[in-house]
């Protein structure tokens, strides 16, 4: 493990006047020696300071550096944007977005970065802000995998929890206003002002007509989930007045898709493996990101329904909404199938792989338990698992069924078949701190950014470049008890690097 001295933070997105450092040679030696220049009173030294470049898509030439530290090896940085995954414009013109760099186009610093996808909290780490034990999460956890009834304590536990969590959503400010006062209308406020800057966002970010088709496409993704075909149609958007609404709002809906505000969930023509290989890549239903993001746009009529527990509101959205999320915050691609006619008419909310199995899912929000879709899939497709998603508790039915509580959606990886006698699979369950998923990547925070931990550290035989800061150190820099939160931060909590977009991308360095 690594300690780093010191930290210094270059935000090219406030702070402007930090770009210069990349205007002229992109020497290493250089880029330092202006750093210093602007951080008088921090020591940067090779080795034992961590450099942050936040916002880097704001300034390209900062990103084509990225090179530069990599071949020279000395300096250990890293780099954030919020918008890494779209399109930006270059020559706007204007000075709230002056992104156009004379001359040459900067050079994409390929096969010099690595980059790692940052999301807001999952359920489980909602569970730890709210006070739920290691110890707890790890008999839930079991009980999944080996699919084993929960005793009605915890079951009850974990609904409560996972109610909240589609209330509150895992955006860190949100999460940690609620942990602070459980006070759903200041957690709203909260909601309402992230929403806020991500239509702001839309806007600095799109140019003349995309603005507000970019705008259209995201405001009416609810609209597209209430529906009882949840499949995205672009008529919808403009109550078909356009002839060709594909063609006219097609890539906007991708940019929400590459701004990481929306889940792109791709229609398949047969369940069979590879799933990708019958994507069809134009008929998809849309979730938000963020589920707690979706319960503010519906309004207190949904807000008050969910709460009181009824589920069945809005046609299912928010389950389905809320599984979604769950799935693509483990890694996996969700997809789904429907077909409308013919004896194989079903339609299959989810299918993912686990491991090497393709697994059904249906998502049950209502008292209604049966599953027709789900019961017969297997008939016509050589499908592993089939999984159901309901108000239950855990068992398997004689026809081989998987029936699971909703919250079980957020530790969709421990259904995942596992050999119990392997060394992994014990470490696992016997709760070692990074588990899976992208906690085994990276965390984020605003005078803390531990790199890559062990994997990567063994993976390249350098251990002291791969490692965290200490947690004696990062509470020492002001950190509570949510210190293990991907998202924690302080003064960041309102920037789009972290809130807006609901996820964030980390370019860390391959030395």
């Not at 880029?31 to 390209?60: K, S």
Request: hydrophobic share 35%; net charge neutral.
């Amino acid at each position: 493990m690594k300690y780093y001295e010191n930290y210094v933070e270059f935000n090219l997105s406030t702070d402007k006047s930090c770009r210069t450092i990349f205007d002229g040679d992109l020497d290493v030696d250089n880029i330092i020696g202006a750093m210093r220049l602007f951080n008088p009173g921090t020591d940067i030294v090779a080795g034992r300071t961590l450099i942050f470049l936040d916002e880097i898509q704001e300034y390209p030439r900062a990103k084509e550096a990225l090179k530069s530290f990599t071949i020279d090896g000395r300096y250990d940085v890293i780099s954030s944007g919020s918008m890494l995954g779209v399109d930006l414009p270059r020559n706007r013109g204007d000075e709230e977005y002056p992104n156009a760099e004379q001359g040459a186009e900067p050079m994409e610093p390929t096969g010099y970065v690595e980059y790692l996808t940052m999301y807001a909290l999952d359920f489980e780490e909602f569970c730890w802000a709210n006070g739920t034990s290691e110890e707890i999460i790890h008999v839930v956890r079991e009980c999944i995998n080996r699919r084993l009834r929960l005793e009605p304590a915890f079951l009850d536990r974990f609904k409560t929890i996972f109610r909240d969590f589609m209330l509150v959503g895992g955006m860190p400010e949100a999460v940690q206003s609620f942990v602070d006062e459980k006070d759903y209308s200041k957690v709203g406020k909260i909601q309402r002002d992230i929403l806020e800057s991500c239509r702001k966002d839309i806007i600095r970010y799109n140019t003349g007509a995309d603005r507000m088709k970019t705008l259209d496409c995201f405001e009416s993704i609810p609209a597209q989930l209430s529906e009882s075909n949840k499949k995205y149609t672009f008529s919808r958007i403009d109550n078909g007045k356009s002839r060709n609404s594909a063609t006219k709002y097609k890539d906007n809906l991708f940019w929400i898709e590459g701004a990481g505000y929306g889940i792109l969930v791709r229609s398949l023509t047969e369940i069979s493996k590879p799933l990708r290989g019958h994507e069809v890549r134009d008929q998809f239903k849309v979730y938000l990101s963020d589920t707690g993001m979706l319960m503010e746009m519906y309004g207190s009529a949904s807000k008050q329904s969910l709460y009181s527990g009824d589920l069945s509101f809005n046609k299912g959205a928010i389950t389905e909404n809320v599984v979604a999320e769950c799935i693509r915050k483990t890694g996996r691609m969700p997809r789904y199938y429907r077909k409308n006619n013919g004896p194989s008419m079903m339609d299959i909310d989810f299918v993912i792989e686990l491991g090497n199995e393709i697994a059904a899912i249906e998502v049950k929000s209502g008292k209604n338990r049966e599953a027709p879709s789900i019961s017969k899939v297997g008939r016509f497709f050589n499908v592993d698992r089939r999984i159901m998603l309901e108000e239950s508790n855990i068992y398997v039915s004689e026809d081989g069924i998987e029936h699971y509580p909703l919250f079980a959606a957020g530790f969709i990886g421990e259904m995942e078949s596992k050999d119990p006698a392997c060394p992994e699979f014990r470490s696992r369950t016997l709760g070692h701190p990074l588990r899976r998923g992208m906690r085994d990547r990276a965390t984020v925070h605003r005078t803390c950014v531990p790199i890559q931990p062990r994997q990567k550290a063994d993976r390249d035989n350098s251990s002291d470049r791969f490692a965290t800061v200490p947690a004696h150190t990062m509470e020492s820099w002001g950190l509570g008890p949510l210190f293990r939160f991907r998202f924690q931060c302080e003064r960041l909590y309102r920037t789009k690097a972290t809130i807006a977009t609901a996820r964030i991308t980390m370019m860390a360095m391959t030395t």
